[in-house]
Nanobody
Framework: QVQLVESGGGLVQAGGSLRLSCAAS????????MGWFRQAPGKEREFVGG????????YYADSVKGRFTISRDNAKNTVYLQMNSLKPEDTAVYYC???????????????WGQGTQVTVSS
């Protein structure tokens, strides 16, 4: 059974940092693309960034480029989202997802975690 479990969310002041983790289990994800999405109250779930587990290629939404960094540890089947210079508008539930395509769209991702709350206070 495939499982994605996010952790590391919490409350942080504007300008601060958090690191989210997404631990995958149930299969080997070395050929997958792992994506991070977020959803704020009353808004659509939006793409944050993604990484190819095979070669480490990463890509980001313009809103987080230069502030957020995605990394991976294939041995642990885990991806990380390092978030720096956080802003109140980054407040959302953050989800990780696994799929086979390098894409910013939600639909191609096959597996999703339950999400972790990130709250940035001003």
């Amino acid at each position: 059974q495939v499982q994605l479990v996010e952790s590391g969310g919490g409350l942080v002041q504007a300008g601060g940092s958090l690191r989210l983790s997404c631990a995958a289990s149930g299969r080997t994800f070395s050929s997958y693309v792992m994506g991070w999405f977020r959803q704020a109250p009353g808004k659509e779930r939006e793409f944050v960034g993604g990484i190819s587990m095979s070669d480490g290629y990463s890509y980001y939404a313009d809103s987080v480029k230069g502030r957020f960094t995605i990394s991976r540890d294939n041995a642990k089947n885990t991806v990380y989202l390092q978030m720096n210079s956080l802003k109140p508008e980054d407040t959302a539930v953050y989800y990780c997802a696994a799929g086979k395509l390098v894409t910013t769209r939600k639909d191609p991702y096959d597996y999703w975690g339950q999400g972790t709350q990130v709250t940035v206070s001003s």
